[in-house]
């Protein structure tokens, strides 16, 4: 994808960003967007354009590399499942960076679409981007919380597979037990291989 191909994708998706605020809830579900890697290190082409969007769910809810309930409605509204994305959700109640997601930028919130931040990367005015900054102890912390978090998820899903009614609920729109439970394991083992990374670089 190129870069204009791809700011211009980011513009769309901001839109339909904006879309989800309309929505008769009491509280809006989908808070920000982020984009982060290839894209705004200057990369082009790139294969996919990384997103993170932030939720209004706790913490425990987000449990690393899952699918919250209620974000089915959102891969179609925002058109997630046409290519050209990788995204990943996380809660608006915790930073929305991880040992993955790093130096994010922000170009939707609730006040709207942020024009400078996808003008600057239109312009490839990398330097003006406000981007968001961990430091390596912030993000080592980061991961061992994340990894409790996931730890947690990994064994309730464990626990509960083979309950026919967690079943039954868990499965639907294309997804299945086994589904929750790639997922859970997933997420745990990449923070653990995060956290034994990071702290070897703190170390080193």
């Not at 024009?115 to 406000?130: C, G, K, M, S, W």
């Not at 990894?147 to 729109?173: F, N």
Request: proline fraction near 7%; charged fraction near 30%; charge should be negative.
């Amino acid at each position: 994808m190129r870069h204009r191909r791809a700011v211009d994708k980011l513009r769309q998706l901001a839109e339909a960003c904006q879309s989800t605020t309309r929505m008769p809830l009491e509280e809006p579900f989908l808070r920000e967007a982020y984009v982060f890697g290839d894209i705004l290190d200057g990369d082009d082409p790139i294969e996919y354009l990384q997103i993170a969007f932030t939720l209004n769910l706790p913490p425990e809810e987000v449990p690393w590399c899952s699918q919250p309930p209620g974000t089915p409605w959102l891969v179609q509204t925002l058109r997630l499942d046409k290519g050209g994305f990788a995204y990943w959700w996380r809660s608006g109640h915790g930073p929305v960076w991880n040992h993955a997601i790093r130096r994010p930028v922000r170009f939707w919130s609730l006040d709207g679409t942020d024009e400078a931040v996808l003008d600057a990367l239109q312009e490839r005015r990398f330097a003006d981007l406000p981007r968001l900054e961990a430091s390596p102890a912030e993000l080592l912390r980061r991961a061992e919380v994340e990894l409790d978090q996931a730890l947690t998820q990994l064994r309730g899903v464990h626990e509960k597979y083979w309950d026919r009614e967690w079943r039954s609920e868990h499965r639907g729109g294309g997804r299945y037990p086994e589904t929750h439970l790639w997922e859970a394991a997933d997420g745990y083992l990449d923070l653990l291989d995060a956290v034994h990374r990071l702290a070897t670089e703190a170390t080193a």
